[in-house]
């Protein structure tokens, strides 16, 4: 059975960092590309990051780019969301996300966690 | 960025009705689009891909259809447990990108 467990989220300070972390077991981590998605408080999905299954290549939203790094570490089925100058708007349900497939394949979001609420204010 | 629009927004419905939900790209994406049903306090589902590709134990009521920039998605016989939001994914370019998302709640 997938399983995607994150962890990391809380209160955080406008312009403070924080790491979101998702342990994920029941397949094959480094066969599929993982991301993460956001929903901010009684609003819609956004997408943030996707990094490819050998961790070699990523993509970001304009929204997050250049303060925020996704990466995973394959030998512990872990992915990581480095989030650093948080900003309000940063406010969210964070989803740790698998894909379909890989590479050409990524983009489809067959598993999704429970998600991590990052509040930013101070 | 492509742009995801949906409609309606929202709207109420009964059970065993016929439902259809629209979604439609800024730009031709091919057939690179994805469904999700999302209940409140729940992460959201994958429901279907390649516009009409069906995901694995997804209710057999549930289709899509369309492709370039015209997607629908449509529940044959609305059951209790379909009253949710849905959204419309297009995965054809990055960044990947969500409809606003539109809202079936019961008449």
């Known amino acids: 059975e997938v399983q995607l467990l994150e962890s990391g989220g809380g209160l955080v300070q406008p312009g403070g960092s924080q790491r979101l972390s998702c342990a994920a077991s029941?397949?094959?981590?480094?066969?599929?590309?993982m991301s993460w998605v956001r929903q901010a408080p009684g609003k819609g999905l956004e997408w943030v990051s996707t990094?490819?299954?050998?961790?070699?290549?990523?993509n970001y939203a304009d929204s997050v780019e250049g303060r925020f790094i996704i990466s995973r570490d394959n030998s512990q089925n872990t992915l990581y969301l480095q989030m650093n100058s948080l900003r309000a708007e940063d406010t969210a349900e964070y989803y740790c996300?698998?894909?379909?497939?890989?590479?050409?394949?990524?983009?489809?979001?067959?598993?999704w966690g429970q998600g991590t609420l990052v509040t930013v204010s101070s | 960025a492509i742009r995801m629009t949906q409609s309606p927004s929202s709207f109420s419905a009964s059970t065993g009705d016929r439902v259809t939900i629209t979604c439609r790209a800024s730009?031709?994406?091919?057939?690179?689009l994805a469904w999700y049903q999302q209940k409140p306090g729940k992460a959201p589902k994958l429901l279907l891909y390649?516009?009409?590709t069906l995901q694995s134990r997804v209710p057999s009521r549930f289709s899509g259809s369309g492709s370039g920039t015209d997607f629908t998605l449509t529940i044959s016989c609305l059951q209790s447990e379909d009253f949710a939001a849905y959204y419309c994914?297009?995965?054809?370019?990055?960044?990947?990108?969500f409809g606003p998302g539109t809202k079936v709640d019961v008449k």
């Open positions: 730009q031709g994406i091919s057939s690179y």
């Open positions: 994914q297009q995965y054809y370019s990055y960044p990947f990108t």
């Open positions: 996300v698998k894909d379909v497939g890989d590479g050409a394949l990524a983009g489809r979001f067959d598993y």
């Open positions: 029941g397949f094959t981590f480094t066969n599929y590309a």
């Open positions: 390649a516009a009409s």
């Open positions: 990094i490819r299954g050998s961790g070699g290549t990523t």
